[in-house]
């Protein structure tokens, strides 16, 4: 080892790695690429392109950061790809930065918990305190808010949305947006009511619960159209503040709502 780089690692002399960085044997760094404090990079990894990570990130072995995307548009352009603090990557996750079609970054929050053979494709927007189950897939431009949870080999469309606080159950194929708090299974995916678990473990009071599960009914059991839906929503947020994300989500166009 010299210093916590093993011998065999090839870092460039140009990254920008804190000091008590630990980096396993051949792994690969890349000239553009920086890593902040506390982070731990096992072996056979590769971190090219600029990447930027922040602090006590730990990448697991055979994980491949900030490759070029896999778009035939793409033609060398300085994109990039942002890791947050605190995330753990685990097995053979493959992350590529973006392109000048988009924002030119993929970009990863904090506290993200992702599974092993994850893949974010170009302009992926990832929150905070997600998790990724094992295979979990993301097309390009792809959104996922905070703490939702990817079940494992969910399948997402591009330019699909997944709302904050919304579950996919194992083998999920996603070609539409995902509202906030939702749960959703199937090829296609359809709503299978509100994530309850998952919120109650997040300290949603009983109150809220029982707010965002009536909200649920008039979004997708009432008969209501969209449009109708909204309103009685917005009517419904005055006493549950809570649906206000999903309020926000909706008056957003993109590909349509799971229905």
Avoid at 41 to 53: C, E, K, L
Avoid at 157 to 185: E, K, N, W
Avoid at 241 to 252: C, G, N
Wanted: aromatic share 6%.
């Amino acid at each position: 080892m010299k210093g916590k780089i093993h011998s065999t690692a090839i870092v460039d002399p140009r990254a920008k790695i804190a000091a008590d960085v630990e980096i396993g044997p051949y792994t690969v760094i890349g000239a553009n690429v920086e890593i902040g404090p506390g982070c731990i990079i096992g072996p056979h990894v590769v971190i090219t392109g600029h990447t930027r990570m922040g602090a006590n990130n730990r990448v697991y072995q055979f994980v491949s950061l900030g490759e070029a995307p896999q778009d035939k548009k793409y033609r060398g352009e300085p994109t990039r790809l942002e890791i947050g603090d605190n995330n753990t990557i685990r097995e053979f996750c493959t992350f590529n930065r973006g392109t000048v079609q988009d924002a030119g970054v993929t970009r990863i929050g904090n506290d993200n918990w992702i599974m092993a053979y994850a893949h974010m494709a170009h302009d992926c927007q990832i929150g905070h305190h997600t998790i990724f189950a094992n295979n979990a897939q993301l097309a390009g431009h792809v959104q996922v808010g905070d703490y939702a949870i990817l079940g494992g080999f969910t399948v997402v469309h591009q330019f699909c949305r997944i709302g904050a606080h919304s579950l996919t159950a194992m083998g999920t194929i996603v070609l539409q947006d995902i509202p906030p708090y939702v749960t959703a299974s199937g090829n296609s995916a359809r709503p299978y009511g509100i994530n309850a678990e998952g919120l109650k473990r997040r300290g949603f009071a009983a109150d809220t619960l029982a707010g965002l599960k009536r909200a649920y009914k008039t979004l997708y059991k009432s008969g209501l159209t969209l449009e109708e839906a909204k309103k009685e929503l917005a009517r419904q947020a005055e006493k549950c503040p809570e649906l206000r994300l999903l309020l926000d989500f909706l008056d957003l166009p993109n590909r349509g709502i799971i229905r």
